[in-house]
């Protein structure tokens, strides 16, 4: 394809192997493991400059430009990361890992469990959000990054943000949490128990050990994805973009294969994901996802779960975004406005729902612009 | 167990034998088939006295009452079915069936095909909610009831309830449409979607054929169960009733056998519902509820698809309810006034969502006895 001006162009993902152990927050080890990353841009002499990227639920590492000249998609949030966009690539070092348990690199439920030679499967241990943040620190240490300019995230990633701002609170002098929650509701983690049970009761998902017998809860995973679909979309755009229209033919034919615009498309979106990810990994995001809670240990007072938080903060949310809805992120900005701290916050009129924080819309790029304008100001000089 | 005072008491089925062809929507035809069904109270006189009640998804013809003495849970409806109860069985002669395509009697999936000797399975056509209909005004004459006083459904019930208006005019009087719409949004007919996926992949479905294997695809009915529940609880509700509370533990196990309250609480429901419903049921009533739109043949306009209604209109809608939102409930009140039909319509204030149409809510009661009364006023006249 023919490569857009604007972007960060032919990117190679690396791996930082990691071999000193990480106690994680379930009392699981793991000795050594392996993070996958990219990064864009150049990190400056000074390394004042390097923006951390943390990702959401089905993402990954490949956040901005292409694997190859014939790749057909570019990185998850190429939208926002490349030279003159949002995240400018001409003036900062952007990082993104796979996190801990994932399926694009880093060591995960796949890979080959040290001990036994076989894959973890099952015995992979349950990854947290604060553990990802640990083993995130360690990679910064591994770059050499003392202190990040600002880390960045959305969804699932604003929760990562979160716990960088109150386990390291001098690693990052920003913090933006787009469309994220301090805590997932009992809808939501309703809708992540439906999704795991469609998975776990696959008869291939033979207890998380598929691997072994050369196949995969493929039904599940779809099943959960398309599941997911709905819930990150609004009513109203789904409405707007499928309605009752029919597929293909005027009539109803009166049969189970799918009729509906909206049944294909599920569908489609189900059949896609069951290529790309793992679903021993889908289990652990979405557990990481319904674990997450700060406040838990402050007896459900936010403010003081963020108390040690020092960093500038951005907070954006989506109208129509009913997971992860706005109210969710006024909680946020209360807490942190409580701790005194800098706070801005954008309410971002959209009516694509959860799946806004990856779409291009003109008041939240221009959002992201001036905030990470602002941190260019103050990070990098006048002159940057 | 003790027998509540204002119960209808101990009721026994009954079924209604047809063998006249009915013409089904899809271009199937049932030559012949049985209806299961409840009555409570008596057939007055005149015959002026018969309420109708339409059952919604998962629900059947026992609406009322006990089947025996050790019978644990009344029928579904037993909260608003009853002597003195807003469906005064001292005064109506109550009648509700099972949806022909049903689990619970009526012929269906399960039932054996006469031409094949064989259980239907996948060979049971596709049924409407005007079929429903069609096979209620049958099994009207049956019973010898020219016209109903009411005819009540809430949900899928309400559809039934739109349909008999318009296709049978003169043989009801009063319409009361609960909790329901004119037609599903894009989002619920995904819902729908991904629960049908659910079960048709499940590897126990064999096609709808699962009767012969001797098995049934339990797996995946339970995930369609505990997705339903979530979309017939309100967010609020959840919250309230869950939250994240554990379950009979005060901190995490960091495993994946249920954590959280509402885990339980979902996987429970999905537990109870494989023991008491068919799958193929499942998927019939689903597709019956995505094709209802009697507006398609009108471009759209609801109004005119209503048009030969004559019936006076109860429309009852619930605040909290998203899978049926009053606004669904409201464009049916506009499409009945701009007919110049006497409607009534209630919001009703209630954090339970769609499943408010089955609750004890004191508004909701007194609306139903409200309307219930006149109808007695007006069909059994003034002493009755």
Redesign the interface.
């Known amino acids: 394809m023919p490569e857009p001006l604007n972007s960060v162009g032919i990117v190679e993902p690396q791996i930082a192997e990691f071999d000193s152990p990480l106690q994680l927050?379930?009392?699981?080890v793991l000795n050594q493991y392996s993070l996958a990353y990219e990064t864009y841009g150049e990190l400056n002499a000074n390394r004042s400059n390097a923006l951390l990227i943390c990702h959401a639920l089905s993402s990954d590492h490949h956040a901005a430009g292409f694997h190859s000249k014939t790749d057909k998609s570019a990185g998850w949030w190429d939208l926002l990361i490349g030279p003159g966009k949002p995240i400018d690539t001409n003036r900062f070092f952007v990082v993104c890992s796979n996190n801990l348990g994932g399926c694009s690199g880093s060591t995960g439920p796949a890979s080959i469990n040290p001990s036994t030679g076989q894959p973890y499967g099952p015995d992979f241990?349950?990854v947290?959000v604060a553990d990802w943040v640990e083993s995130q620190a360690r990679l910064s240490d591994y770059l050499g990054i003392e202190q990040w300019a600002a880390v960045i995230g959305g969804s699932l990633g604003g929760m990562q943000v979160l716990q960088w701002s109150t386990t390291y609170p001098n690693r990052l002098k920003h913090a933006i949490v787009i469309a994220s929650a301090a805590?997932?509701?009992?809808?939501n983690?309703?809708?992540n128990?439906?999704a795991?049970?469609?998975i776990?009761?696959?008869?291939d998902f033979h207890n998380g050990d598929y691997y072994k017998h050369n196949t995969r809860p493929a039904?599940g995973l779809?099943?959960a994805r398309?599941?997911g679909?709905?819930t990150y979309?609004s009513?109203d755009l789904?409405?707007n973009?499928?309605?009752?229209s029919l597929r293909q033919k005027a009539k109803?034919d009166?049969?189970?294969s799918?009729?509906?615009e909206?049944?294909s498309y599920?569908?489609y979106q189900?059949d896609q994901f069951i290529d790309r990810f793992d679903a021993n990994t889908y289990?652990l995001m979405t557990?990481a996802l319904?674990?997450f809670?700060p406040a838990?240990d402050y007896e459900g007072r936010l403010g003081k779960a963020l108390a040690n938080a020092t960093a500038d903060f951005l907070v954006v949310s989506f109208s129509s975004d009913?997971r992860f809805s706005t109210e969710r992120s006024r909680e946020i900005v209360r807490a942190l406005q409580s701790n005194k701290l800098n706070v801005s916050y954008a309410e971002i009129e959209s009516p694509h729902g959860h799946d806004s924080f990856l779409l291009e819309i003109d008041h939240y790029t221009q959002v992201m612009h001036a905030y990470i304008n602002r941190i260019a100001g103050e990070c990098l000089g006048a002159n940057s």
């Not at 927050?25 to 699981?28: I, M």
């Not at 805590?183 to 809808?187: H, R, V, Y």
């Not at 776990?200 to 008869?203: A, F, G, I, S, Y």
């Not at 973009?241 to 009752?244: V, Y």
């Open positions: 927050t379930s009392s699981g241990p349950i947290t805590k997932l509701t009992a809808q983690i309703g809708f128990d439906v795991r049970q469609a776990r009761t696959d008869p039904r779809r099943v398309m599941l679909h709905i979309l009513d789904m409405a973009k499928f309605g009752r109803f009166y049969e189970f799918p009729e509906f909206v049944e599920l569908r189900g289990l557990k319904d674990y809670d838990a009913w």
